[in-house]
């Protein structure tokens, strides 16, 4: 079992950022590759970004368009989000997710899901 907690969600203007954070236990992060995921009130959850277990590779929807970044530190158990330029329409509960193996861009390949952390964004 992989137990994950985000954290880092708030209010920000459009054009500012924000940094979540995923904090694992119960399991190596090192052994699992981990994605954000989103979901805005009345719409699926979406792909927002990827991270593979060991080189690192990253993978990002297109409408990231060069604005957020992922990255992890195994050391620590911890997947970071950090988000810039952020618009109105980025605003959604923001989810962290982990599973073994290779990474996918879809929600049903991950066994492990954090609570969420809501984003929103005013214009």
């Known amino acids: 079992q992989v137990q994950l907690v985000e954290s880092g969600g708030g209010l920000v203007q459009a054009g500012g950022s924000l940094t979540l954070s995923c904090v694992a236990s119960?399991?190596?992060?090192?052994?699992?590759?981990m994605a954000w995921f989103r979901q805005a009130p009345g719409k699926e959850r979406e792909f927002v970004t990827a991270i593979s277990r060991n080189r690192g590779n990253t993978y990002y929807a297109d409408f990231v368009q060069g604005r957020f970044t992922i990255s992890r530190d195994n050391t620590k158990n911890t997947v970071f989000l950090q988000m810039n330029s952020l618009k109105p329409e980025d605003t959604a509960v923001y989810y962290c997710a982990a599973r073994p193996g290779l990474g996918s861009m879809k929600v049903s390949m991950y066994d492990y899901w954090g609570q969420g952390t809501q984003v929103s964004v005013s214009s």
């Open positions: 119960g399991r190596t992060l090192s052994n699992y590759s």
